[in-house]
């Protein structure tokens, strides 16, 4: 019994168990509508998709099978979003409580937990009224249920987000993102207790500002790589006048407004886990998704629910009061779980990678365009960084179409879905694993005082 309270071993449990009740509510017509004769035919892959897209919304990550604004009815959709918050609180309680070992045995200090989840909550909340009532406002044609779903959804790093088609929609996403994405820096202002018992004010605030600055210099990556190379031939300019006029790519933009998109870009990936260019349009070079999926892989700092390896960097800032310096837990063991959870993300996204590529080489028609590495390395990243990021590869893999037909054995969009879905619970339950593992092997060492 002790063994199931184990953070990784109880999140492990509790994520499928959520998906797996998520499953039967969104298959039900309410939320997504099929027709009698579809479902009494089709009704394995209409559950296999509803499973894909709990699982997906569970974790973080928002990579759909169904399409969240032709497929999804209000209610599928708000569904959808309960299902994250549901995801991202239990991910939050988990991270806090693996750090539960940072204090000495029988010591005063509790574990942060409580106090993560309840600012998690109420800075959420907070988010949520505030943005809903400024876009209300700000856009006439918006609404506040509309508004206080993508706020939502970008603060907790849902990404059940639909495309974000015009810049102060995308600057919206990108704030929320980043006020959840920062974690503690913004829950010491809601939650003292967290100061006085668990956090050093100084470094959280050295840790947010290098943070900040990564994204910065990411922004600035993003913007040389998208300069312009050259000029289209003039039919070729004519004939894609009006698609320019309607989203002009990055590459034909002026620096500051390359520099603009990018910095959006780059904090709503690291943070919102959402995209706000045309990455499955092309409108991405590769260097640039290589970018964005490595801040990915980074997510948010500690307290956030998007993830990624830079929540391990916060633990640096972790301080118990009243304990003796023998029963501090090493730096080295916090370094070396840094450097084991970026090992481990790293491999766990390459595998995925190269998994995307076989299973679409299997699965592709001869007149589909093969996707560079790229394109695989971004959706790999988004599948175990939590993130809806997407070059399109996932939906090519996950087609429903790709069926051998009635009683023909397992149709082929099964492989690609079993294969993203083991990748977005590893990279779910990998970080804190790590450090509940530095943790306890940090408390096992003998003292040095």
């Given at each position: 019994?002790r ?12 994520l499928p ?31 296999w ?52 070992g ?5 010591g005063?200090?509790?574990s ?43 603060f907790?790093?849902?990404g ?41 004010r ?54 500051m ?8 870009q ?19 070079r ?27 960097l ?8 009243a ?12 370094a ?41 390395l ?18 090519t ?14 149709d ?19 970080p ?10 940090g ?7």
């Amino acid at each position: 019994m002790r063994t199931l309270l184990k953070p990784p071993i109880w999140l492990g449990l509790a994520l499928p168990a959520l998906a797996a009740a998520g499953t039967f509510v969104l298959a039900r017509p309410e939320c997504v509508p099929i027709e009698p004769d579809q479902y009494r035919w089709f009704w394995a892959r209409h559950y296999w998709q509803c499973a894909f897209d709990a699982l997906s919304a569970v974790c973080g990550a928002g990579l759909l099978t169904h399409d969240l604004e032709q497929h999804y009815t209000p209610v599928g959709r708000w569904t959808l979003w309960w299902l994250g918050q549901g995801g991202a609180l239990l991910f939050v309680v988990a991270f806090a409580q693996a750090l539960r070992g940072l204090s000495p045995p029988g010591g005063a200090v509790r574990s942060p937990a409580a106090w993560a989840a309840l600012a998690f909550v109420v800075v959420q909340a907070i988010v949520v009224g505030l943005f809903g009532l400024v876009a209300t406002f700000a856009c006439p044609t918006g609404t506040f249920a509309e508004s206080s779903y993508l706020a939502g959804a970008a603060f907790a790093s849902l990404g059940v987000i639909p495309p974000v088609d015009d810049s102060g929609t995308a600057w919206m996403v990108a704030a929320a993102g980043l006020l959840g994405g920062l974690g503690w820096p913004v829950w010491l202002c809601v939650v003292p207790a967290l100061a006085y018992r668990w956090i050093d004010r100084r470094r959280v605030l050295v840790l947010a500002a290098a943070y900040g600055a990564v994204l910065v210099f990411a922004a600035l990556l993003i913007a040389a790589i998208e300069a312009p190379r050259g000029r289209p031939p003039p039919d070729a300019a004519r004939g894609a006048a009006e698609e320019r006029q309607a989203v002009r790519p990055m590459s034909d933009a002026p620096v500051m407004e390359r520099l603009s998109r990018g910095l959006i870009q780059c904090i709503a990936a690291a943070t919102a886990g959402v995209s706000t260019e045309d990455i499955r349009g092309r409108h991405l070079r590769d260097g640039s998704k290589a970018v964005v999926a490595l801040l990915i892989l980074l997510g948010g700092l500690g307290g956030s629910a998007s993830g990624g390896v830079s929540l391990l960097l916060l633990a640096a800032a972790i301080r118990t009061p009243a304990r003796p310096p023998v029963a501090r837990l090493p730096p080295s063991a916090l370094a070396a779980a840094g450097r084991s959870c970026v090992a481990l993300l790293i491999l766990a996204s390459l595998a995925t990678a190269f998994g995307l590529l076989v299973v679409e080489a299997l699965t592709a028609s001869a007149f589909q365009p093969p996707p560079t590495f790229a394109d695989a390395l971004l959706d790999a990243a988004s599948a175990v960084g939590g993130a809806h990021v997407t070059s399109g590869v996932t939906g090519t893999v996950t087609d429903p179409n790709l069926t051998r037909g009635l009683g023909l054995g397992i149709d082929q969009y099964q492989y690609g879905m079993v294969w993203l879905m083991a990748a977005m619970l590893t990279g779910r339950v990998l970080p804190v694993w790590v450090i509940h593992r530095a943790v306890r092997q940090g408390r096992n060492e003998p003292p040095t005082g």
